[in-house]
Structure formats: C-alpha cells, structure tokens
C-alpha cells in the first residue's frame, strides 16, 4: 500500500530566524525587504527544507517514509498497517504546522508514479511514455 504527500508551499512553510533574514533581503522602488519564511531561489533553500522535513519524519524515516523535496511517500503492507502510518505521518505534520496540498494526494493506491518510475509492491519500474 502507497500514499504520496505534497507539502503545500514547500519552502513558505519554514520559518526563517529573525536573525538571518536579513540574507534575503531585496530592493525594490518602495523600500528595502526580507523574507520571514523560507524563499525560493536562495542556494541553500532545498537543503534547509529537506532538513526540516526529515526532521519532521525522522523517526518514521526507511521504516515507512522516505522524503524527496516536497514530497513525502508512505508505504506499508497492508491497509490497516498504512492507516496507522498515514495517522503518524500527519500526527506529526499536524505537531510542527506543515500543511499538505489535499488535491495532490494519491492516497492508498497500490501503484504511484514516482520521479518518472512506476512504484508498486514488486518494487521499481521505468515508466513507459507512450
């Protein structure tokens, strides 16, 4: 059993320390301004969000999460075993106020598109693009 997780705004859900905004600032013609959340573009901006993700997940990590950037994919062996992984998995979002895309779930599925794989029970598989 498979379910795929899109965090909502990805980066803009990471705060950023009221000491270090002051790296993202820009200027525009009204004044001078800095990011309080996370921005896209900075160097260090898809390590730092990965960083928190898999610290959000941590103890679920290879055990039934793995992580890619925004994505979060939770896999089980069986339905009750994946209902109680999807309820930690949000438990914890839930507990540091990370929100999902609700229209990009891909709950309970058997197979995922995944990266450009096909994801199912038997493993891995390159998609065929028709």
């Given at each position: 059993m498979l379910s795929v997780l899109d965090l909502k705004s990805g980066y803009w859900q990471a705060s950023l320390h009221p000491y270090t905004r002051k790296y993202s600032a820009?200027?525009?013609?009204?004044?001078?301004?800095?990011?309080?959340?996370?921005?896209f573009g900075l160097k260090n901006s898809p390590m730092t969000f990965v960083q928190l993700v898999n610290e959000v997940l941590r103890r679920y990590l290879d055990e039934f999460v793995q992580v890619y950037l925004?994505?979060?994919v939770i896999f089980?062996?069986?339905l009750d075993e994946h209902q109680y992984h999807l309820y930690k998995v949000f438990e914890r979002l839930l507990q540091f106020g990370l929100t999902?895309?609700?229209?990009k779930y891909r709950?309970?599925?058997t197979e995922i598109s995944f990266l450009g794989h096909l994801v199912d029970s038997e493993g891995?598989?390159?998609r065929h693009l028709q």
């Amino acid at each position: 059993m498979l379910s795929v997780l899109d965090l909502k705004s990805g980066y803009w859900q990471a705060s950023l320390h009221p000491y270090t905004r002051k790296y993202s600032a820009f200027r525009i013609c009204r004044g001078l301004y800095q990011f309080r959340v996370l921005p896209f573009g900075l160097k260090n901006s898809p390590m730092t969000f990965v960083q928190l993700v898999n610290e959000v997940l941590r103890r679920y990590l290879d055990e039934f999460v793995q992580v890619y950037l925004d994505d979060i994919v939770i896999f089980s062996e069986n339905l009750d075993e994946h209902q109680y992984h999807l309820y930690k998995v949000f438990e914890r979002l839930l507990q540091f106020g990370l929100t999902c895309h609700t229209k990009k779930y891909r709950i309970k599925s058997t197979e995922i598109s995944f990266l450009g794989h096909l994801v199912d029970s038997e493993g891995i598989h390159k998609r065929h693009l028709q």
